[in-house]
């Protein structure tokens, strides 16, 4: 069993998905059952299929000091760092404790593979990478998380956690400790991923890509719509921050079952979700909301379904949000730990767009459409290949379980 | 701020020169070790083994001499892989197939592509449920996944199982990798000191220093592997006792007290 720990303060956060830019269009997008996805406009040869796109992320030009670093995925953070206020918060979080205090905790799944891609379509007459490729930095998995510590001025420990879909998840656990054992004061973490050709074919070549928006839980489901987003959050110790939502526990766990299908049983999942509770001191029946991962894939919904079924009770409410924003792959876990957050700060349940029939598997506790309701505590699942699994709890200031 | 003790029990190494951490033991005594073939990777199934990515075969290779050598059952161990480039032979691979005939990209592949491919392998190949996670941190990787391990070897006081490992670079990427040859290797660390304990670490971050030099024949090896960092302290480990220091990120540093215990 896991030691039960002291909650920390999510002092700031924010997001950036196809359903918008900052929290307030996600909040509206959620509201309103509007999804971001579109057909597909970006591989570099056409494939059909669905994808959550960011509006803007050409226009998100970085500043001229920070140009070296110029590719998708890093305009698509430097994007997402400027909504909600959230460079100015990390701004003072550094100045109260200090550059080297902070930790900087990123996840991604391919960071920028695509600048990659880029330099291999256009080499030059010797087969080498076009000179305005031959950036070492955008070469390298951790190209998103450098970038975000040169942009945020941050000194601490700095490292990209890549675990494939369960990333942005994962992070809060790295900060978590690093905060506990007094190695940093607060921690910057988060995740970026943005659309490629190699998730769109890689994905496709396993057939695992939807030819229509993606339906999870839905009984027809036929497989997931990649998306791409930007999500940051600040975590400091609660104390600090008595009015701020707070990460009560998090748990996470391996399959030991296969590369790229989850546990039959669900077993790597169960086991974070248990780990999340204890060390959260939570029982299953305080849950008020469970962000899924449901991805619309015919394995994942169908053990993650039994597992809402046999761990909660009808009154906890679920739902899976890839139907809004796709699924974005390595920054699905912060993604969805900041619609976990809205869910508790608005009193939301979104609802499970895209499930127009319902799989029998599903149990009572699935919100097929948005609900209002007060949320004290909510989860976020994030599973990812290698068997790779988390989960998250977060609950309203001043939960005490 | 205090130092944060961890206990080494077990220590793995795989290079083109070294089959082993008792070779660079024989290295360092001014002999000539026999150098290995490929990585033998024998903790996973013949038939995986078969059909392995490279990173995956090095990363298994030094995991499985760590966890040997500490006698404790890998199942029960956290996993902490890093890789600063993960594995670069099917990035180029991937790369120069989406350039030219993307729908013809294998599946396989692009799910070995994954930067937690190896340490899925490892989870799988010895039944362990325990948390897992692939870090990456460009030239710093081996300092910051040992910073990494470290933490959650404290922090939930179980022992834990550190590998750092990156693949040749391979194709044009070779060009911004620098990758000239592979290197890896592997730590298991644990909360307590116990009979397979082999030294004690007192870690302290510290400002951004550089690396501690390495001595001859080992002076050039970090330059060709960004994980051949973690050759520094693999050296104190070999002599000792002493200290080193290690990048922990671009802007911070790690330095390692080490002392011998048995």
Known sequence: MP???????????????????????????????????????????????????????????????????????????????????????????????????????????????????EAYRRLDADGGFADDMLRPMIHTPHSLAAFVAAVLELEGPCLTISTACSSSAKVFANAERMIRLGLVD???????????????????????????????????????????????????????????????????????HHMSTPHPEGLGAELALNDALARAGLDAAQVDYINLHGTASQKNDEVEAAL??????????????????????GAAGIVEATIALLAIEHGLIPGNLGGATPDPVCGAQFAWRSEQQRVDVALSNSFGFGGNNACLAFARAGFAA | MSASRVYVEGIGLWSPQLADFSALQTLLAGAMPTPPVRPAAATLPPNERRRAPESVLLAVEVAGQAVAMSGRDAATLACVFASSHGDQPITDYMCATLAQAPTELSPIRFHNSVHNAPVGYWTIATGCHAPSTAVAAQRASFGAGLLEAVSQVLAEQRAVLLVCSDTAGSGPLDEVTGCRQPFGCALVLAPRAGPSTLAQLDLRLTAASPDTPLDEPLAGWRAGNPSAAGLSLLALLAGGPGHCQLAAAATLGLRIDMENVA
């Open chain 1, 308 to 329: 809402v079924s046999r761990a909660f009770p009808p009154r906890t409410r679920a739902s899976s949000t890839k139907g809004f924003t796709g699924h974005t792959l």
């Open chain 1, 186 to 256: 607060a921690a910057v973490v988060g995740g970026v991923d943005t659309l490629c050709d190699s998730v769109l074919f890689g994905f496709n070549a396993l057939e695992l890509v939807s030819s229509a928006p993606c339906r999870p839980f839905d009984a027809a489901r036929d497989g997931i719509s990649i998306g791409e987003a930007a999500g940051f959050a600040l975590l400091e110790r609660a104390e600090l921050a008595p009015d701020a939502p707070q990460l009560l526990g998090y748990g996470e766990a391996s399959d030991a």
């Open chain 1, 3 to 117: 030691f039960p720990m002291t909650p920390l303060a999510v002092t700031a956060y924010t997001a950036t998905s196809a359903i918008g830019s900052g929290l307030a269009a996600q909040l509206d997008a959620l509201r309103h059952a509007r999804s971001g996805l579109r057909p597909n406009d970006i591989s570099s040869v056409p494939l059909a299929c669905w994808i959550g796109r960011v509006d803007g992320v050409e226009d998100a030009a970085l500043p001229a000091a920070l140009a070296s670093w110029d590719c998708r995925n890093n305009r698509l953070a430097w994007l997402g760092l400027n909504q909600d206020g959230f460079l100015e918060r990390v701004r003072a979080a550094r100045s109260r404790y200090g550059a080297a205090r902070v930790a900087l905790l990123l996840g991604t799944s391919t960071a920028s593979i695509g600048a990659t891609e």
